[in-house]
């Protein structure tokens, strides 16, 4: 316990000072990824991805204007990897981003490969794996970017980074497999076996008495959103999505998957108890509660580690912070003109191969086989085409500098964290639940909070705002793991053009692709010469047949013919006089 | 609709009751030809009241039985079957499918009957005659003396509980509620075509009733085995996807779509009572998913049936079985042919043949 805490308890004032009088640094990890073994739970020891032959993996830190290098070689030896640094904007190096088949190919076993990007966002991010449903089997960590010039930096002592995952016993490939499969037609979501704080249970944090301290809190869970909760102690929030805000005080936190709360909590005077502090996975979420989970992870407050650590009371009833409450410390008001709206339906529903899928606007992503990067870079003035990048990319061409609004409905009774990567998107407006489809008479805040991870209500509706001022293939999709893999996914293809004259690829990107027999040229299908023949191209599974097929209707006939002729048969034998056979023996 | 009248158990019941009546008719004219009113009326009346009292009695003992039977059956089973499991509904459909199958040829040589029983009233005052031991002698008087009371009593009885047992069969998997309105009907209709019968009505005509109600018998019964198999299918299905697969409604995820025949999104028998989709299924075994496994089975249903009636109506022709050497008559011997309706509707003719047979010396 001591030890992986000690991970997260790296004196941050050093940073803050060493911050304060150096120049731009440039920052480097070398992540070797592989298997190891870890039983964060105490319930089952199962293979995890760590980094260096470590788990939980290291924290990620530098400091505003750094230039951050992280060398990954992939020894996993069984599945191709890729990183993404959730919330940071990768500014002209949209390559750095990390989502597999969409600006770089995965890194194959055995392969190697540079991320290289300057950060000029301070605040609480994560990283974590971007290739098929990967990161839940461990390989996520948090990634905290000091801030020397932090307007709330005298207003604490100490900083605190607390991680929360969901955890699952079952690799995630067999749950995968079995999500989408046949055999699961409802999509329900496989249900985590426990909750975690920092890659763990039961954690002691040893604080001091009237000491504040600023609490970096990260959900880099697959699926869950936990309530969260500090006994005896008020919450003031201060960071969103590293976005910072006016100070809103706050009870208890709703935190979806990949959000960030930074809040600043000021300890009690006395030491004569310590405090227990909650993350409550939220159960409506889950299709059906498993019997004997324990949807709770607890964690204290030592004041004194000789007293007791008390058991947290039930609460029942969970009464969280409203996020669209909070205000940017920035004061940045209402993107008002909008030059581009981009309306998704999004659903749950059925292929023709009997699993489930989700859809914007009735079209599930898949992924294309050129990464959606190296097509824009590639087609020349096609480039802005969306048809280009493959139907099942679900693609979208951004004007630079436009204003680009989107607005999300909600056609499914589940909640549903959205992330849009490089950007931080306003919060222009977001409806209580069932209050079905967007209608253009709401109205919205002056200035409205900016987050990159944001909740939409079941069967209700959002409207996001951002500048498209980050030339660059950006993925806004549904941050439930599951979800991604079932394909709530759409791609912004952002000032395109811009790409094609200002981005170069650095060799070793390449280099992944051509390890991993994939192309890196022409449309979405692979075609260099006629950009808009995409035969060949990834596509979803054909619809469910409606009603009567030709097989239907043969099978029906049949029935029918065969029901006439048997009923023929009966009336014919019925109408017949009595034998001869029978006559002639009497 | 399917929760008030159940189809298969007014065929049942019509069934029972037209045999019954139709025995209880040939008694009636029996006596009438015999006695007659203006020749021994004082007799011949005794004797009438002696059926009707036989009738009355047998059906009330068989009611007590019956009601004891169903009450036993819904005060035990109620726990056991009200949360029919699709295993259960399969099997129960299963039963009855075989059930109606078995029965329903016999539909259509009930005229027969009551060639049958003339032959049995006859024998019963041809007896008479016969020498009896010591000890039988005072047995044999007192049904003599009161077989006019004891047959239609015997009869009904065991046509009752035929149809009790039958009923328990055929309606495991119904509500309680759709049996009353269909035991009624049946009855009624099942002793309307035996009045017309005593009163010597049109007998084409009664056959082509009797032709029209064991086709629908039969559709009945194909409904019903196909259904079974959907049932075993659905069974399957819940497993596979953990839960009640209907609980998600008609659409996708309801059904298996490797197993896929066809499938409308609404039209459900099973949902919300059915409404008339229900009586479609009941009448004609209509799924709005159908699957690979309820279509062929409905297939084969009548396929067998076909070939069974076939070959009922070859052994009729010719006294053997296709593909069976033809044996000395009398000697046939049942259960080797295969297909259960063949075996016990052989088993009816060849009872009939030695019938007939006995009507030929009693004519003579």
């Known amino acids: ?586 | 609709m399917v929760n008030v009248f159940a189809v298969p158990v007014f065929f049942i019941c019509f069934r029972e009751c037209l045999e019954t009546s139709i025995i209880v008719s040939v008694l009636l004219a029996f006596l009438k030809q015999t006695l007659g009113p203006e020749r021994d009326p004082v007799i011949y009346k005794k004797l009438v009241r002696q059926v009707w009292l036989g009738v009355v009695a047998g059906l009330a003992v068989c009611i007590i039985i019956g009601a004891g039977m169903i009450g036993a059956f819904y005060g035990i089973g109620t726990d056991t079957f009200a949360k029919t499991e699709a295993i259960w509904e399969g099997v129960f459909g299963l039963v009855a499918s075989i059930i109606i199958s078995i029965m329903g040829a016999a539909l259509l040589r009930i005229s027969k009957l009551q060639d049958k029983w003339r032959v049995k009233i006859a024998q019963a005052i041809e007896s008479k005659d016969k020498v009896e031991g010591v000890a039988g002698s005072r047995f044999s008087r007192w049904a003599k003396k009161y077989a006019m009371f004891l047959l239609p009593f015997i009869t009904v009885l065991r046509e009752g509980l035929e149809a009790v047992v039958f009923i328990g069969g055929v309606g495991l998997g119904l509500p309680a509620s759709s049996f009353p309105l269909a035991v009624l009907c049946g009855l009624g209709a099942g002793a309307l075509i035996g009045y017309l019968i005593y009163k010597g009505g049109n007998a084409a005509s009664l056959q082509i009733f009797l032709i029209i109600s064991t086709c629908f018998l039969y559709l009945v019964a194909a409904g019903l085995f196909s259904k079974a198999v959907w049932f075993f299918e659905a069974n399957a299905w819940n497993k596979i996807v953990g839960g009640d697969a209907a609980e998600v409604g008609a659409g996708a995820g309801s059904y298996d779509i490797r197993q896929s025949v066809w499938h409308v999104n609404c039209c459900s028998p099973n949902l919300n009572g059915g409404g008339g989709w229900g009586v479609f299924n009941s009448l004609f075994g209509w799924q709005n998913s159908a699957t690979l496994g309820s279509v062929l089975s409905y297939n084969l249903y009548w396929l067998v049936v076909i070939v069974a009636f076939l070959a009922m109506r070859y052994n009729e022709q010719t006294g053997h079985w296709p593909f069976v050497k033809a044996k000395n008559p009398g000697s046939e011997t049942s259960s080797q042919q295969g297909g259960v309706s063949e075996t016990c509707v052989e088993g009816k003719s060849h009872g009939d043949e030695v019938l007939s047979a006995n009507v030929r010396e009693i004519h003579k």
């Open chain 1, 1 to 586: 316990m001591a030890i992986s805490l000690s991970n997260f308890l790296i004196p941050s004032i050093l940073f803050l000072a060493t911050g304060l009088f150096t120049e731009a640094a440039t920052v480097t990890y070398d992540f070797d990824v592989s298997w190891v073994h870890a039983n964060p739970d105490g319930a089952f020891v199962r293979p995890v991805i760590g980094i260096n032959g470590q788990w939980p993996i290291p924290t990620i830190t530098a400091t505003k204007g750094d230039r951050v290098i992280v060398n990954v070689k992939n020894s996993l030896g069984n599945e191709t990897t890729s990183l993404h640094f959730h919330g940071l904007f990768q500014n002209g190096t949209t390559h750095m981003d990390g989502p597999a088949s969409v600006t770089q190919c995965g890194i194959p076993p055995g392969s190697s490969f540079t991320y290289d990007f300057m950060v000029e966002q301070p605040g609480t991010y994560w990283y974590h794996s971007h290739t098929r449903g990967q990161y839940p089997d461990g390989l996520r960590g948090p990634l905290i970017i000091h801030d020397p010039d932090s307007p709330y930096k005298d207003q604490y002592d100490e900083e605190i980074i607390l991680t929360f995952e969901d955890w699952y016993h079952d690799m995630m490939n067999n749950l995968l497999a079995k999500f989408i499969s046949v055999s699961n037609p409802t999509g329900a979501e496989p249900v985590p076996q426990s909750a975690l704080w920092n890659s763990t249970q039961n954690i002691s944090i040893p604080v001091q008495p009237g000491k504040t301290y600023m609490f970096r809190m990260v959900n880099m869970a697959a699926f869950s959103a936990p309530y969260v909760w500090f006994e005896g102690h008020t919450m003031r929030v201060v960071e969103v999505d590293g976005i910072y805000t006016e100070p809103a005080e706050a009870n208890m936190l709703y935190m979806t998957a990949a959000q960030r709360y930074s809040v600043l909590i000021t300890m009690n005077n006395d030491t004569s108890s310590n405090f227990a502090f909650v993350a409550s996975m939220d159960q409506d979420l889950f299709d059906q509660v498993p019997e004997g989970l324990n949807s709770n992870v607890t964690g204290w407050l030592v004041y004194d580690n000789t007293k007791e650590l008390p058991t947290p009371a039930f609460v029942d009833e969970f009464d969280p912070f409203d996020d669209y409450t909070l205000v940017p410390q920035d004061g940045m008001s209402l993107l008002d003109e909008v030059d581009y709206s981009i309306t998704f339906d999004m659903k749950m529903d059925n292929l023709g191969d009997g699993a489930n899928y989700a859809f914007f606007n009735d079209i599930t992503y898949v992924r294309p086989k050129v990464p959606t990067l190296y097509t824009a870079l590639t087609t020349g003035s096609s480039a802005t085409n969306p048809a280009v990048y493959g139907v099942n990319t679900n693609s979208f061409v951004l004007n630079k500098n436009d204003v680009v609004e989107i607005i999300l409905n909600n056609d499914d009774p589940g909640k549903h964290p959205f992330h849009l990567h490089g950007h931080e998107f306003q919060v222009a407006f977001r409806s209580d639940e069932e209050a079905g489809a967007y209608v253009n008479n709401v109205t919205m805040p002056q200035v409205p909070m900016r987050r990159d991870t944001v909740l939409v209500r079941p069967n209700g509706n959002i409207v996001l705002r951002f500048r498209a001022n980050n030339p660059g293939i950006w993925l806004f999709h549904c941050h439930i793991e599951w979800h991604v893999a079932s394909g709530l996914v759409a791609t912004m293809v952002e000032a395109p053009l811009d790409l094609q004259q200002n981005l170069k690829i650095p060799e070793d990107h390449y280099q992944a692709c051509r390890d991993g027999n994939i192309p890196i040229e022409g449309n979405a299908a692979g075609n260099t010469v006629d950009l808009l023949d995409l035969r060949g191209a990834n596509v979803s599974p054909d619809p469910l047949p409606a009603g009567f097929t030709t097989k239907g209707i043969v099978a029906l006939v049949f029935s029918c013919l065969s029901a006439f002729l048997g009923v023929a048969v009966i009336a014919w034998y019925g109408a017949a006089p009595i034998g001869k056979a029978q006559k002639g023996s009497s």
